[in-house]
T-cell receptor
């Protein structure tokens, strides 16, 4: 199994530009999570999907952030327009969210975003 | 109050030492408990699940106290390779009793093992 795949691994962009981060979850997993990690705030949950449906987006910081999951094997996180304070590592994770399960999440390698 | 709280450390210990990390959680309707490990500039990875009766995996022992809402991780005979950030993780069920696999992460405890 290839694990959770994220692209790009690194992104450097200028303030005001649109940024799109991509994620392919582990095949068969039905829940997908987007996180952001910074030194100051730690690991923050931004949004998560179950069976391609957004369940909770209360962690999305602003309207500049949006996420989609058009099918079970692909999700995007978009920032438009980007700002320097968006600089962070963005992780995607997936799990098989069954009732009563132990819910181990598998993380992708992350996208390191720098907005100048 | 944070939902999952850990002592951020850092813990600096010599090789061979025993070190313990503690964690408290706020929601009594918690279903599952884990310790994750994160190496510098890497993604978090599952170290071990935590079961109600406590469990051991080699040099690592995890304990759960539901009454006190407290989780611990004990590392015996520390190795240099144990240097990492250790994340306490809890799965809370929502009001409807489902969680879809959502996990809540503590801020992490930094461990450095030196020669």
């Amino acid at each position: 199994d290839a694990g959770v795949i994220q692209s790009p691994r690194h992104e450097v962009t200028e303030m005001g530009q649109e940024v799109t981060l991509r994620c392919k979850p582990i095949s068969g997993h039905n829940s997908l999570f987007w996180y952001r990690q910074t030194m100051m705030r730690g690991l923050e949950l931004l949004i998560y999907f179950n069976n391609n449906v957004p369940i909770d987006d209360s962690g999305m910081p602003e309207d500049r952030f949006s996420a989609k999951m058009p099918n079970a094997s692909f999700s995007t996180l978009k920032i438009q327009p980007s700002e320097p304070r968006d600089s962070a590592v963005y992780f995607c994770a997936s799990t098989l969210g069954l009732a009563g399960g132990m819910y181990e999440q598998y993380f992708g390698p992350g996208t390191r975003l720098t907005v100048t | 109050r944070k939902e999952v709280e850990q002592d951020p450390g850092p813990f600096n210990v010599p090789e061979g030492a025993t070190v313990a990390f503690n964690c408290t959680y706020s929601n009594s309707a918690s279903q599952s408990f884990f310790w994750y490990r994160q190496d510098c500039r890497k993604e978090p990875k599952l170290l071990m699940s935590v079961y109600s009766s406590g469990n051991e995996d080699g040099r690592f022992t995890a304990q759960l106290n539901r009454a006190s809402q407290y989780i611990s991780l004990l590392i015996r005979d520390s190795k240099l390779s144990d240097s990492a950030t250790y994340l306490c993780v809890v799965n809370f069920s929502n009001a409807g009793g489902t969680s879809y696999g959502k996990l809540t992460f503590g801020q992490g405890t930094i461990l450095t093992v030196h020669p």
